[in-house]
């Protein structure tokens, strides 16, 4: 049988600590609420922050386990 530890990453060690697996379901639902929103914008807001229509539908269309890869671990 195996056994984790804390030197392993992933899932199965998110498993152990559920306050860490709250906080990235907390922190996908707001990404996904974000990019909502980029849909919403008009052209006008997304040309302030420099974003075509294009770049703000595909952004918005991404599932939510595409992650920046700074979130990645």
């Given at each position: ?6 030197r392993h990453t992933g ?15 907390f922190a996908l639902l ?38 920046p890869a700074c979130w990645?671990?």
């Amino acid at each position: 049988m195996t056994t984790l530890t804390s030197r392993h990453t992933g899932i199965a060690a998110t498993a152990l600590r559920p306050t860490a697996l709250i906080g990235r379901v907390f922190a996908l639902l707001g990404l996904y609420q974000s990019r909502r929103s980029l849909a919403r914008l008009d052209d006008t807001l997304l040309a302030d922050i420099g974003l075509t229509r294009d770049e703000a539908t595909r952004e918005a269309h991404r599932a939510v386990w595409h992650v920046p890869a700074c979130w990645r671990s």
